[in-house]
């Protein structure tokens, strides 16, 4: 919402990257509704953007080869300009990108385009400090599980078997 209000684009979006497909899967949407998108890294100019890790500023979306017309073609939006900046984190992992579409007064500015690189810098942070945490939280269950098995262990292994008349038996 900040990066189009400020900006003055119609709608906005941030694309993360999936870290089990490695594909961009589209995560807000400001100023519409459309449902998830899903693209390959390399795909689209959001694609083209992960996949180089270079700011674009299209006037003319439709004019650009590498603008996926599909998008539209389902929401019924017309895209006329697009500004899109990569998500890269301080160790230069891109983990998404963020798109703002439409400018409302002429094209997007190189301040534009400066404040939109900062807001991918800012939900990097974002993004990397919440994977991690959603891996130390996975690592804790995991710890925590084989912690309870350590435990449990002594209590379904008996120190001695007991006598069994007629049988042999051995732990």
């Not at 209000?5 to 490695?22: C, K, N």
């Not at 994977?131 to 269950?141: G, I, K, P, Q, S």
């Amino acid at each position: 919402k900040t990066a189009t209000s400020e900006t003055d684009a119609e709608r906005g979006t941030i694309f993360l990257t999936d870290p089990e497909t490695g594909e961009l899967v589209s995560q807000i949407l400001e100023g519409g509704s459309v449902s998830s998108i899903r693209l390959a890294v390399g795909t689209g100019i959001v694609g083209a953007v992960a996949e180089t890790g270079q700011l674009v500023n299209i006037p003319d979306a439709y004019l650009d080869p590498r603008f996926d017309k599909r998008t539209d073609a389902a929401s019924g939006f017309k895209t006329a300009s697009v500004l899109a900046a990569p998500l890269r984190t301080p160790q230069g992992e891109i983990v998404g990108v963020v798109e703002i579409l439409n400018k409302r007064r002429r094209g997007f500015t190189k301040d534009d385009e400066e404040f939109l690189a900062e807001v991918g810098t800012h939900a990097a942070l974002a993004v990397g400090s919440v994977r991690e945490h959603e891996a130390a939280v996975a690592r804790a269950r995991v710890e925590g599980a084989q912690a309870v098995l350590k435990g449990v262990l002594p209590l379904l292994n008996p120190t001695a078997w007991p006598p069994t008349p007629g049988f042999e038996s051995a732990p």
